[in-house]
């Protein structure tokens, strides 16, 4: 794989690191070698300087051939009066007449007097041929190819007249040391300056990986179900990226309330389709249905004297009565013109909810705002508000607690029935409204179906949901021109 194919989270931290190693290590190398090449810059002035000083003196002891006044010219260079110690920086000090002979040196163990300069070894003899080469009026600071020494030579003249040459022979040994404490100091600093940037930049890499890392994986994932929104504190900035997750959130959002309007949709076109495909089938069932129980009826009426024929005629006839229930519950119709609800209907349902309450040994928790009528119809509000607290009381546990509120808020009357029971996945939610629902234990499940058609019929809508560890039902059922 690429280093390029790597994620954020650890390309940038190591890019970033990569580039701060590498420009650090340039700055250092660019200092040391502009340090190197300035040390011996002032190596060569320094040098220089002693040449132009020296070389007046040094005319007067060559044109009078006095060697001891040559020797203590270049000698008083010599620090703290030490006959052995070299001028600071150089190596030696050599005076040289116009044969290329030794006449003085600073150290005269390294050039005895009256030696030819190029017998003192090779180096000296590369010199002695380009001082040659060049009449020996060459006045410069150079290095020959292949040896150590830097050399800075000056003629010894006056007016036209040459009598020899001085030249002071360097070495780069001679500021190392100093060099190398420089070196160790840029070192050290730098290595410093890493220590502080390194961790800043991979703690800041990570700071700028991470939330795109997770914006990534939220997208990769959000064909297949809808994520959480990123939270603001992943990265509160208010740059292009902290842009780029906003404009993720309100994507997010637009699809989660695009989703929750396709599910509505889809799930009223369900319900609506089974409403008629059971209504349906209720009023084909109810014909023949009508015409067993009648003739039930009218064989109880001629008497039957066989017992067990009596007990079996009740029991066919118990079963018939439970497939008309059944059958016409599946036939919700609204009665436009049933009376308006009244307090007194909601205290009908709580008196018929208190044995079913009781049973259980559960605390009731009651709430009604009704004082007046009701633009609504009585029986079908009652039927919702019964439905869905004998629902409430089947799923509450032993001993559990069952709430209902029942109140007028914006020209509509809301009902809220909660419970403490067994709270309902999102698969068993979306089908919660379905008749005949796999969700009822003991029964067709047709009460909350019943309450969702009649809910719909008068242009409301109910909704489950899970709230704080108990399952709630909301209603809302809108009221013509307000209560009555």
């Not at 300087?49 to 009078?64: D, E, G, H, I, W």
């Not at 292009?240 to 076109?269: C, H, I, P, W």
Request: proline fraction near 4%; aromatic fraction near 6%.
């Amino acid at each position: 794989m690429s280093p390029l194919d790597l994620s954020f989270r650890h390309k940038i931290p190591l890019w970033g690191s990569v580039l701060v190693i590498v420009t650090a290590l340039a700055v250092l190398a660019t200092l040391l070698v502009q340090t190197y090449g300035e040390m011996e810059e002032d190596m060569v002035i320094d040098s220089d300087t002693l040449t132009r000083a020296l070389t007046p003196n040094l005319f007067s002891a060559l044109l009078q051939g006095d060697e001891w006044w040559a020797y203590e010219t270049v000698s008083t260079t010599r620090r703290d009066g030490d006959s052995d110690a070299l001028p600071e920086k150089a190596e030696n000090i050599i005076v040289v007449d116009n044969d290329l002979r030794v006449f003085v040196a600073a150290n005269p163990r390294a050039a005895r007097m009256h030696t030819l300069l190029k017998d003192l070894g090779p180096e000296y003899a590369a010199l002695a041929d380009r001082l040659t080469s060049t009449g020996r009026r060459l006045e410069d600071a150079f290095s020959l190819a292949g040896h150590p020494h830097l050399f800075v030579v000056r003629p010894i003249a006056r007016e036209g007249q040459q009598l020899g040459s001085l030249i002071v022979v360097l070495t780069r040994a001679s500021f190392m040391p100093r060099y190398y404490r420089i070196a160790r100091y840029g070192i050290l600093t730098g290595a410093g300056i890493l220590c502080v940037l390194l961790p800043f930049n991979w703690y800041w890499g990570q700071r700028m990986a991470a939330p795109l890392v997770q914006l990534a994986e939220r997208m990769r994932n959000i064909g297949k179900h809808l994520t959480k929104e990123l939270e603001p504190a992943t990265y509160p900035h208010r740059d292009e990226l902290g842009s780029l997750f906003d404009t993720y959130n309100d994507m997010l959002t637009d699809l989660k309330a695009r989703q929750e309007l396709e599910r509505q949709v889809v799930q009223s076109d369900r319900l609506a389709a089974l409403g008629q495909l059971a209504a349906g089938v209720a009023h084909e069932i109810n014909n023949p249905l009508g015409g067993m129980l009648m003739a039930i009826d009218t064989l109880k009426n001629q008497g039957v004297a066989d017992p067990r024929t009596a007990k079996t005629i009740a029991l066919v006839e118990r079963g018939l009565g439970q497939i008309k229930d059944t059958v016409g519950a599946l036939l919700v119709e609204a009665r436009v013109n049933s009376r308006n609800l009244s307090a007194n209907d909601i205290e009908d349902v709580l008196v018929l909810i208190l044995p079913q309450a009781r049973r259980k040994t559960l605390h009731l928790e009651w709430q009604s705002d009704i004082v007046a009528d009701v633009g609504l119809p009585a029986t079908l509000v009652r039927q919702v508000l019964i439905n869905l607290l004998l629902n409430a009381v089947h799923a509450a546990a032993h001993q559990g607690q069952v709430g209902c509120r029942i109140r007028l808020a914006e020209s509509a009357l809301r009902i809220s029935v909660a419970n403490d029971g067994k709270v309902l996945t999102d698969e068993q939610l979306a089908h919660l409204f379905e008749p005949f629902s796999p969700l009822s234990d003991d029964g067709h499940g047709l009460g909350l179906w019943v309450s969702y058609q009649i809910v719909a019929q008068l242009g409301g809508k109910i909704v489950a949901e899970r709230a704080s560890g108990r399952m709630q039902f909301d209603v809302e059922l809108p009221i013509a021109g307000g209560a009555a």
